[in-house]
């Protein structure tokens, strides 16, 4: 029953209507009985338009949000029911890359003073002297094929691909486990997409780490993941491994996205 | 027949801190009725430029033009005085850009909105309005009409909704609507379904497909989507770095690149056969336009670079039709479609 890293049981999430200025609003239910397992060590895409609760499903495994009902076991151990001791110790192993690379490094901040943030924060669990955080710092920094000449730039210096791999290096530095990629690439242009893609790849191989993919590009997921889930209204619609949803698709909704994401192929051939 | 679109040798500075950019770098474009041209190229390379420079909206300073003529049926649009050119803008050329939020007032009802552009357009030709009098009228007419057309239910109660009470989706449609509704002869979309999902996407890319076919215009479509442009479009420019690097249908041209960067751009986007970590990413960055390489912009990262691309290529046939500015085209792939 362990063997999953992360496992997600009928998790609802539902938003209750607001009085507002025209009368009562509806509830929305952002995740209705959505269930999923992630095993260690894959990769695991999460496929869904805009609105269908991929968002409040990464929230909730962050525990940003609480679920309405269900829960959410990181190694079998309900996250919700977490102290803030532990919640702290959770966040170490579970970290986030955000969509933009634009708006998730603070401009004021040294890419240092960036990738050792997670350190710094976590000094009770991982001491390290300031010297020993610069290493590891320009450690991180070569892991995403930049360097230790780069630790006292600032973001604005760098390039939308450059500045991702920094958020990547970020997240690696409490060492974590398990990695949640929001959307990583779809800010990037194609080429630059590519090098990350295959840094993650790399870093995957290197590292052991367990990817939680979201994102709505059907070919960069198929490209990158073991496994994918299909979320459509908050409900979970289809899943197992890539090769399966995307050559043979069980559900009209599978189908239709599949059919609908346009592919780089000459018609005719 | 003179082509609806001739962009011939465009050259467009920017003055910037740290000097002059040259953006655009002698571009050349031809459009003619019934083409849909995907404009394709990563950022930066100065497509949405070309885009707004058609309509003549780029802000002088700091663009400056210092060479280049953008015909419009025959017609220099560089030359024209501002009154013209607004009359030509809206009517005669329509636009649409990326996000369909920032594009409505929020603040009017979507009926108002669109009935403001007919009547704009009716302006400067009565025609679009069926030189009724009483404009009023069947402008609000038109805008039923032309919401029914991008598939927008119910569109005479839907006259009076504001932007918020519509989706990115159907907000992109009654953008699509306002764009056609001075029935423009070329329309220039600005990556416009890259907010959108993908089967929203789909729908407006059938949409505008449509519209070429019914009435005969001629679309630019500015996007970094390879697959939208292999499934969208009839033809498709390359841009690198304020160049056309390479242009031709898109058969050809997606389906056997001569240019470097066009096969290593293709070579970077999955596809169904692409296993896991052999996806080719292009190495190093786009070159800095201050002070830009010399000759071929894209020579500092091309595998086949030689002396010779220290002089600028032009673009020449490598097939009828398909064209490559490059000294070391992959000939032999191209010759066998």
Known sequence: MSESILEIRDVSKIYPARAGLFGRGTEVRALQNFSLAVSEGESFGLVGESGSGKTTLTRAILRLEVPTAGQILYRGEDVARLGPKAL???????????????????PRMTVEQIVTEPLVIHSDLMPMSKARRRERAAELLSLVGLGARHLRRHPHEFSGGQRQRIGIARALASGPDLLLLDEPTSALDVSVQAQVLNLLIDLQNRLGLTYFFISHDLAVVRYLCDRVALIHHGKLVETGPSEEIFEAPKTDYARMLIAAAPEVRVRGD | ???????????????????????????????????IWGLVGESGCGKSLTGLSISRLVPSPPANYPAGEILFEGEDVMQLPPRRMQALRGKRIGMIFQDPTTNLNPTARIGDQL??????????????????????????????TMLSRVGIPEPEARLASYPHEFSGGMRQRVLIAM?????PDLLIADEPTTALDVSVQAQILALLKGTVADH???????????????????????????????????????G?????????????????ETKRGELQGLPGAVPDLVRPPPGCRFAPRCPRATAACATLP????????HEVACYHPYLEEAALV
Do not use: W
């Open chain 2, 179 to 183: 764009a056609l509704i001075g029935r």
């Open chain 2, 216 to 254: 005969d215009i001629g679309v630019i479509l500015i996007t970094h989507n390879l697959g939208v442009v292999a499934e969208t479009c009839s033809h498709v420019a390359v841009m690198y770095a304020g160049n056309v690097v390479e242009r031709g249908p898109v058969a050809q041209v997606i």
């Open chain 2, 115 to 144: 009935i403001d552009v007919a009547l704009a357009a009716a302006g400067h030709d009565p025609s679009v309005l069926g030189n009724a009098p009483g404009g009023g009228r069947a402008a609000r007419a038109l805008a039923i």
């Open chain 1, 88 to 106: 702290r110790a959770l966040r170490a192993r579970m970290q986030i890359v955000f969509q933009d690379p634009y708006a998730s490094l603070n």
């Open chain 2, 1 to 35: 027949m003179a082509a609806l679109l001739d962009i011939r040798d465009l050259h467009l500075t920017m003055t910037t801190f740290d000097g002059v950019a040259h953006v655009l770098n002698g571009v050349a474009l031809t459009v003619r009725r019934g083409e």
């Open chain 2, 314 to 321: 032009k673009l020449e046939a490598v097939l009828p039709l």
């Open chain 2, 256 to 272: 056997a690149p001569a240019h470097p960067y066009t096969r290593a751009l293709l070579a970077s986007v999955p596809r169904r």
